[in-house]
């Protein structure tokens, strides 16, 4: 597949009005702490709170009127699931999302809230994605993939560009890693624009399954377990046509965040004034904790802030995992 920077050019194109350019701000603390600039990318105060509108957006907008016509389907562990919903809105779209059990409430209501269709069914995101493949075999629907998709990838790797651009002499870019959307798109952008970069993913101990699979050499199942990082949770697809291959040959390196660093992540962001969800706090929870040693300006991206407003609560009062004591 010839995939690249131009793709993603067209794609900032493409969403241009549609999505917002996100701040990039220092953390004074942790750059004082680690004797180099260490920024935040903002990604968090994006439209409905979380990058994945990037990708929803193009993805919709690269379709025909008839795929559109059909009406558009997903599974999500949340946020693609309400970016979706929003785009599908804002052009006059019918859109269902499928979730499992594992997505919390405050995701669930969000989607709602955007106007699309809910289907909750089973314990995992594989479940899910089951699911949009009966509907759109039974009734036709046009799907709409989480990560596993050109346009997609092409949508977030626009935050690639943006954060070049933003950033001088940048060395590193922590990217939260899942099912590969995000970190390939970033990926791609930053080793065309910023070569000497180090591109890093990371994800939590429990159900990591990008990093298994690129261990492993080839994509691979994994249990799905509650985790503070749950935007990070589900497959990749035993068949992944696109991103697995892109995470294996351009990250540099792949960090396990354990759920205590998590929540120390999200208790020093907190306490900043930014509140955001796990997935989001992995980036600085490895430099907290030393997992990762920056040697020159460093970006963390804070991909999303739909955090239960009540686990948030807990967590900065000192709780360090998803279940309460």
Avoid: W, Y
């Amino acid at each position: 597949m010839s995939f690249g920077i131009d793709d993603i050019r067209a794609a900032r194109q493409r969403i241009r009005g549609r999505i917002r350019q996100t701040p990039m701000l220092r953390d004074e603390m942790l750059s004082a702490r680690l004797g180099t600039p260490v920024l935040l990318k903002c990604e968090h105060l994006q439209d409905t709170g979380s990058f994945k509108l990037r990708g929803a957006t193009n993805a919709l907008l690269s379709l025909l009127p008839e795929a559109l016509a059909r009406g558009v389907i997903t599974a999500s562990t949340g946020n693609h699931g309400r970016a979706l919903a929003h785009a599908a809105h804002a052009l006059g779209v019918p859109a269902t999302v499928c979730l499992s059990r594992l997505v919390p409430e405050n995701k669930v209501a969000a989607v709602r809230q955007g106007g699309a269709e809910v289907h909750i069914i089973g314990e995992s995101q594989d479940e899910a994605m089951a699911e949009v493949a009966r509907l759109v075999r039974d009734k036709g629907m046009t799907q709409i993939p989480p990560f596993d998709d050109p346009a997609i990838v092409a949508g977030q790797g626009t935050l690639g560009i943006e954060i070049v651009e933003q950033v001088a002499d940048l060395d590193a870019v922590l990217v939260p890693l899942s099912g590969g959307g995000l970190a390939a798109g970033i990926a791609l952008a930053v080793r065309a624009l910023a070569p000497q970069a180090r591109i890093v993913g990371l994800s939590m101990e429990g159900g990591a399954v990008m990093a298994a699979s690129i261990a492993a050499g080839h994509p691979v199942e994994l249990a799905e377990t509650a985790s503070l990082a749950d935007s990070l949770g589900g497959g990749i697809g035993l068949a992944n046509r696109v991103t697995f291959a892109l995470c294996r040959d351009l990250l540099d390196e792949v960090i396990l965040v354990p759920e205590d660093r998590i929540a120390d992540g999200l208790r020093h962001l907190g306490s900043f004034g930014h509140v955001v969800e796990g997935a989001a706090a992995v980036g600085v929870a490895a430099l907290l904790s030393g997992a990762f040693r920056p040697s020159g300006p460093t970006v963390a991206l804070l991909s999303g802030a739909n955090i239960d407003p009540g686990l948030h609560a807990r967590i900065m009062a000192g709780a360090n995992c998803v279940e309460p004591a």
